[in-house]
């Protein structure tokens, strides 16, 4: 299921590069808070997942944890990819939030019709359907991230909003 690349587009590509340290492979979006050390102030560059990937998956996670899918963006001039030697680095952690989605959001599934999904093969016919499904949920989760960061001008605010993030989605 996730040997061939993945591609975002739009908003949701710039949400995705904006909040990622490694956005090598195609146009840096920039995420840049004001750092008063001081009497003055000083911009800087900040990130909060080391590669897109990591940012995908944890927007897969969101996505499915709150429920949220989003369509894709028209506009396919700007996007942003994984490619597959990279995703099949993190083939079982994809695999596990993919089998979370199915146990989790397709209700309409008794029991134990999720679970044999959910650990079965994939047929080749529903790959493509199945990741679909699951990039509108990553869609959804970049959206969730987003809000919590984009109002953030400064330092501080960062900090607030990635201990509201931590408190709001941690298991306590």
Known sequence: ??????????????????????????????FILIDNEGKKSIERKIYIFETLLDCYMTAMMLGIVNDKKEPEDSDKTIYATVFADILVKKREQLE????????????????????????????????????????????????????????????????????DFKNDYSIE
């Open 96 to 163: 596990r939030i993919y089998q979370h989605m199915v146990l989790t959001r397709y209700v309409d599934l008794d029991v134990n019709a999720r679970i044999k999904k959910a650990f079965s093969i994939i047929k080749e016919e529903d790959k493509k359907e199945e990741l679909e499904n699951l990039k509108s949920y990553m869609r959804g989760g970049l959206l969730i991230i987003d809000d919590y960061f984009k109002n953030c001008a400064t330092i501080e605010d960062f900090c607030i909003k990635i201990i």
């Open 1 to 30: 299921m996730f040997s061939n690349p993945i591609r975002i587009y739009g908003i949701y590509s710039q949400i995705a590069k904006k909040y990622s340290k490694d956005n090598s492979n195609d146009k840096s979006e920039d």
